[in-house]
């Protein structure tokens, strides 16, 4: 595990994303959230940072990206499709309890974002 660990920080960054071993045990602690952040797709980390930055308490140094859809509008595409990305987040307890806290609404540059969160019961659960 320790080679595994050492050989992946070594791996050159593809799209500024790098790779992170991690235990079983420790991904499978991550709650599951949704949020869809509209406008250009923006990069996730930029994304995050921004988020912890606006957000008192909020530390995104645990969140990872388990899936992301991004969203353009083309030409010729019908107007109800506005340009943003869906985004599911595994986080740390910590930061789901701060999100909840905040009534699932977190403030990202000018506006608030919605994340939808596990209803209580289901923290920890995995889809």
Known sequence: MNWLKESAQRIELIEGYGFTV???AELNSLNKVRVWIPGIPAE???IFSRLA???RGLNISGWRVLY???QRRTEGQ???Q???QL???GVDDESLKVLRELGGKAHLELSKVTFMLPSQG???QQE
């Open 122 to 124: 289901q923290a920890n």
């Open 44 to 46: 996730p980390r930029l």
């Open 78 to 80: 019908p107007q109800g």
């Open 87 to 89: 985004l599911v987040l």
């Open 68 to 70: 992301r859809k991004k």
């Open 82 to 84: 506005p340009d943003g």
């Open 53 to 55: 930055k606006q957000n």
């Open 22 to 24: 991690v235990e079983l």
